[in-house]
Structures are given as structure tokens and as C-alpha cells.
């Protein structure tokens, strides 16, 4: 069945390290876009943070942000569907994360709040994206639902992290590993499989014709639910198990010979081969 509509992945997927969309993927996108393929971008970012990346494509979709629990308008700038964490289960992070003298990081209203600033400004800027404001008391600053909670640590210390939340808060909600520095928490029933569902509905295209790439464990519910799921080559494991088929790693132009193989029929060619990364 045609492929209608294609959600990509951001970090890992759409870029690498440097923030950059490759030629190669760029005009595969265009190419996408002038086939009448609408494009979403699903990502654990919020709105203002892949802005410049959805205006340089001229992605016009709807897009799906934190880890599926905001899907906003770009046309009208207008949020059109919103899941939250509910403020208790924030504060008893911020607690815990006070006591295990963790480094956690708040998603409010589109800002990030948090107590110092433990990297440069530069980290914060590659990967959040977000005005940061630095608070005295986190808990006091957190007044009413986050979008999301995250957690910041080195590979190792970030695995801990991991498996303590997964065992504190259970099935209260999700705790995922979004990369190996990082662990969020977000809202039961906030996806990003849940928010494509959604989109693809509102738009009146069938699960079929729905094709979705990602790499990282959030990425995991869209590449299962899509009619067609593509895991990249960098992916995790329980990512690529679940995807019907594993394309290049990112610094291989995966998402776009998947793009080019799936979407636009056609097998690469030798100027694609001479234009990876």
C-alpha cells in the first residue's frame, strides 16, 4: 500500500551529532513532499526546539513533541492535543532526585526548569533546545503539570537511574532511556505510537499507509504501531525486533534509503553512495 504519511525520529534519526539533515536525506524529504507524503517529525523536543528544523524542510504537519505528549500546529502555532504528568508523580521525582543528588531537569509550559546548570551552555542548547531557568527550589517552582521530567548522567549512572525509577514508580508511569546520557519520565498514555495513531486519524489515513523510523527505546510504540516500521541501523535492539525492516545507520543515510526504498519506490543510486552523511 502507498505510504502516506512518514514520522521521523530527530536525534539519531533525522540527524546525528551535529544537528545537521543531510543533503542526501534533504532531497529525498523534498522529493517526499512533492509526491503529496505528509512528514511529521516525533521527538522527545518541544515545539520552540525543532522549529528551525521544521521551517528549513518545510515540514507543514502537525508536529509530535514531547515523546508523543504534545502534537502541535505549526500552521496556526496552536497545540492541538496535550498529555501531561501529573504533579504528584513530578514532585515525588524532584524528591528523589533531591536526595540522590541526581541531575533532573523540569518541562513546563515550553521552559526547562532546574537547580544549577552542570554543563555548558552549549549542552543545553544542542539538546534541549529550551529556555532554561536556574531555581532555587525546584519543588516550589513546579506548580501544576510538566510536559516531562528528565534526567541527565553519565551512561553508566544514567542505566542506575534507570532501573530505579523503572522499580520506584512501576506502572504509574513510563520511564524511558531516550539516549545513553539521558532518562525521562512522561505521562501512562503518552506516545509517541498513541500521538501518530491520533494524527493519522485526523487526517484520515490508514495505519497501513503510515510508515514511522526511530532508533531509541521512546521510539519503540510508533515503529510498532506503523503500518510500516523502520528501525535504523544505530538502533536499540527491542527497537529493531519490533521493526519490519532495519535500515543504515544514521551516519549511513539510513532514514533516507528508507525514504527512497519505501516511500519513493526506487533503489539508490551512485550519486547517492558518493553523498553519505
Not at 26 to 52: C, D, F, H, N
Not at 95 to 103: F, G, P
Not at 267 to 276: I, Q
Amino acid at each position: 500500500m502507498t505510504i502516506r504519511l512518514v514520522a521521523l525520529d530527530v536525534d539519531g534519526t533525522l540527524v546525528d551529532t551535529d544537528m545537521l539533515v543531510s543533503p542526501r536525506l534533504r532531497r529525498t524529504i523534498k522529493s517526499a513532499q512533492e509526491a503529496g507524503v505528509l512528514l511529521t517529525l516525533a521527538t522527545g523536543r518541544g515545539p520552540r526546539s525543532i522549529m528551525p528544523l521544521v521551517l528549513d524542510l518545510g515540514f507543514t504537519m502537525p508536529q509530535i513533541c514531547y515523546q508523543g505528549g504534545l502534537i502541535y500546529d505549526v500552521k496556526r502555532a496552536q497545540i492541538l492535543h496535550r498529555t501531561t504528568l501529573s504533579l504528584a508523580l513530578a514532585q515525588e521525582a524532584i524528591a528523589w532526585a533531591q536526595s540522590a543528588q541526581a541531575d533532573i531537569s523540569v518541562y513546563i509550559d515550553g521552559r526547562v526548569y532546574l537547580e544549577s546548570l552542570r554543563h555548558s551552555p552549549a549542552f543545553y542548547d544542542r539538546w534541549f533546545g529550551l529556555p532554561i531557568h536556574v531555581v532555587p527550589d525546584l519543588a516550589a517552582a513546579v506548580t501544576h503539570n510538566p510536559e516531562k521530567v528528565l534526567f541527565t548522567a553519565e551512561s553508566s549512572v544514567a542505566d542506575t537511574i534507570h532501573q530505579t525509577l523503572t522499580q520506584r514508580f512501576g506502572r504509574r508511569l513510563q520511564v524511558l532511556r531516550t539516549h545513553e546520557m539521558f532518562v525521562e519520565l512522561v505521562a501512562n498514555g503518552s506516545s509517541k505510537g498513541q500521538a501518530l495513531a491520533w494524527l493519522a486519524h485526523e487526517f484520515g489515513i490508514e495505519r497501513a499507509q503510515v510508515m514511522a523510523i526511530g532508533d531509541s527505546e521512546n521510539d519503540l510504540s510508533m515503529v510498532s504501531w506503523a503500518g510500516l516500521g523502520i528501525a535504523m541501523g544505530n538502533a536499540v535492539p527491542d527497537v529493531k525486533a519490533a521493526a519490519d525492516w532495519i535500515a543504515p545507520s544514521v551516519q549511513e543515510d539510513g532514514a533516507a534509503v528508507a525514504l527512497e526504498q519505501f516511500v519513493l519506490n526506487r533503489a539508490p543510486t551512485a550519486a547517492d553512495s558518493m553523498t553519505v552523511g
